[in-house]
């Protein structure tokens, strides 16, 4: 849980790199389990062909009636050879394996050739492949049995699992560290789009973030974050202009209600209160109407108002205003 928040929090770059490096070795342990097992079956099945050519040859002198007792063998730790009648009687072996009890005690077999791992043999103190071969002469059946030591598959695979062991933490390493630098590239416009971003204030709306030449994600994202800026832009002008209009359009009728006030203030004997206080309210009124006025264009140019059209009586607007310039 704590892996996969931190995960979470972790930047694209270490995301896509731990990610790559994941899948990666995932597949490179899975090749590696498949090479050592597909070398050593190879090894072994040719091992295994080289005692079959051997039993048969023994097989051949034995139905001729040639077979000596004593068997030799190019390397007496690495193979040894036996033939068993059918009272499991040893009737001739290897010099490396005189004397001794028979290598299989299972005389009476289905099929007349077969082949299996002797973990421990007289022989050697390695693994050995054992083929035995059944054939029937004119006095009796024999076995035949060729074992041959699996030292050199064991060597074999060992070799390759030390060599693996050396070159995938490399590999590995090479494929984080090609896409930590592929992803650096990649993000480097974002980078820049990032800072750009980070710079920009109220005052520099008018900015503009840079645009890839590529056609990709990240030259859509600085496009969009452009257009952004450019609605921002276009919504801080309105915004000013709208203020400068509200001041403006304020400005007058607080002007001449003040100068009211301070004529009627400066003679307030001669002053008839009811009418000042009725001309402040009417001023005051406008004012409210004007402010509705304003807050509606605002709400228009927002966009969020639907406009209505209709007719304008141009003659009754102009006599209304100037009643109340005379006024």
């Given at each position: 849980m704590k892996l996969k928040i931190h995960m979470r929090s972790a930047s694209v770059r270490v995301r896509t790199t731990v990610g790559a490096v994941t899948v990666v070795g995932v597949a490179l342990v899975g090749v590696s389990f498949w090479l050592v097992a597909s070398q050593s079956s190879s090894l072994t099945e040719n091992i295994q062909t080289?005692?079959?050519?051997r039993a048969q040859d023994l097989v051949s002198a034995l139905q001729e009636g040639t077979l000596p007792v004593n068997l030799a063998v190019q390397v007496?730790?690495?193979s040894f050879v036996q033939v068993v009648?059918?009272?499991?009687?040893?009737?001739a072996s290897s010099t490396n394996i005189t004397g001794e009890l028979p290598i299989d005690t299972k005389t009476n077999r289905d099929k007349t050739r077969f082949a299996y791992t002797l973990d421990e043999s007289p022989a050697g103190d390695s693994s050995f492949r054992v083929v035995g071969l059944q054939t029937q002469?004119?006095?009796?059946?024999?076995?035949?049995?060729v074992g041959t030591s699996l030292e050199t598959v064991s060597d074999a695979t060992n070799?390759?699992?030390?060599?693996?062991?050396?070159?995938?933490?490399?590999?590995?390493?090479?494929v984080g560290l090609v896409t930590w630098l592929v992803i650096s590239l990649a993000m480097r416009p974002v980078d820049a789009i990032t800072k750009q971003v980070d710079e920009i204030t109220s005052k520099d709306l008018h900015r503009r973030v840079p645009e890839?030449?590529?056609s990709d994600e990240i030259s859509d994202l600085a496009k969009t974050m452009n257009k952004m800026l450019?609605?921002?832009?276009?919504?801080?002008r309105r915004q000013r202009s709208f203020i400068g209009d509200v001041s403006h359009e304020l400005r007058s009728p607080l002007t001449g209600l003040r100068a009211q006030l301070e004529v009627h203030q400066a003679h307030p004997n001669t002053a008839d209160w009811r009418e000042v206080?009725?001309?402040?309210?009417?001023?005051?009124?406008?004012m409210e109407q004007l402010i509705g006025d304003m807050l509606l264009l605002a709400t228009v140019d927002s966009g969020q108002t639907q406009i209505v059209y209709g007719t304008v009586d141009l003659d009754q607007l102009v006599t209304q205003e100037i009643n109340k310039l005379s006024k």
């Amino acid at each position: 849980m704590k892996l996969k928040i931190h995960m979470r929090s972790a930047s694209v770059r270490v995301r896509t790199t731990v990610g790559a490096v994941t899948v990666v070795g995932v597949a490179l342990v899975g090749v590696s389990f498949w090479l050592v097992a597909s070398q050593s079956s190879s090894l072994t099945e040719n091992i295994q062909t080289t005692s079959i050519l051997r039993a048969q040859d023994l097989v051949s002198a034995l139905q001729e009636g040639t077979l000596p007792v004593n068997l030799a063998v190019q390397v007496e730790d690495s193979s040894f050879v036996q033939v068993v009648d059918s009272s499991g009687k040893v009737v001739a072996s290897s010099t490396n394996i005189t004397g001794e009890l028979p290598i299989d005690t299972k005389t009476n077999r289905d099929k007349t050739r077969f082949a299996y791992t002797l973990d421990e043999s007289p022989a050697g103190d390695s693994s050995f492949r054992v083929v035995g071969l059944q054939t029937q002469t004119p006095i009796g059946l024999f076995t035949v049995y060729v074992g041959t030591s699996l030292e050199t598959v064991s060597d074999a695979t060992n070799s390759l699992i030390s060599a693996l062991l050396l070159v995938m933490p490399i590999l590995v390493l090479f494929v984080g560290l090609v896409t930590w630098l592929v992803i650096s590239l990649a993000m480097r416009p974002v980078d820049a789009i990032t800072k750009q971003v980070d710079e920009i204030t109220s005052k520099d709306l008018h900015r503009r973030v840079p645009e890839p030449r590529s056609s990709d994600e990240i030259s859509d994202l600085a496009k969009t974050m452009n257009k952004m800026l450019e609605r921002l832009e276009d919504s801080d002008r309105r915004q000013r202009s709208f203020i400068g209009d509200v001041s403006h359009e304020l400005r007058s009728p607080l002007t001449g209600l003040r100068a009211q006030l301070e004529v009627h203030q400066a003679h307030p004997n001669t002053a008839d209160w009811r009418e000042v206080t009725g001309e402040v309210l009417e001023e005051v009124t406008r004012m409210e109407q004007l402010i509705g006025d304003m807050l509606l264009l605002a709400t228009v140019d927002s966009g969020q108002t639907q406009i209505v059209y209709g007719t304008v009586d141009l003659d009754q607007l102009v006599t209304q205003e100037i009643n109340k310039l005379s006024k």
